[in-house]
């Protein structure tokens, strides 16, 4: 993928996740949007995995953790989904070492408890990112 594709799919995943925060509001528990988020992305024709399990190569050996990542979106954006008064450092840090660990070039840190979706959503990119075509 493209640096212009990457971008255009997460401006896709948000246009979702206005759509289900509009139709359900702030307040219900995180697994009933990530499941909401799930159905809009496949509805619109997007590859979708949720709650897949986030292996880490250690040295010499892979090791199968109690991670588990909310959302891959077309095996290229990772959706960690949040319900909290305000996002803290570390929901960004562990996005970012999911992205890391999956190799993915972007991730959408989204917190349903808001008022406004796109002023409280927190789009991150890292070096895989940096490397695609323009």
Known sequence: MT????????????????????ELGPG???S???LCLAYELKERGFLVDQQISAKINYGKI????????DLLVNNTIIIEIKTVESLLPVHQAQL??????????????????????????VPLINEYFTKLAE
């Not at 892979?62 to 990542?69: H, Y």
């Not at 999911?98 to 959408?108: A, N, R, T, V």
């Open 3 to 22: 640096k212009a594709e990457v971008t255009q799919l997460s401006y896709d995943i948000i246009g979702c996740a206005i759509k289900v925060h509009k």
């Open 28 to 30: 219900l528990l995180e």
């Open 32 to 34: 009933v949007y990530e």
């Open 62 to 69: 892979e090791i199968e953790t109690p991670l588990k990542v």
């Open 96 to 121: 970012m070492t999911y992205m890391k660990i999956l190799k993915k070039p972007q991730g959408l840190l989204i917190n349903f408890y808001t008022d406004n979706i796109t002023k409280s959503m």
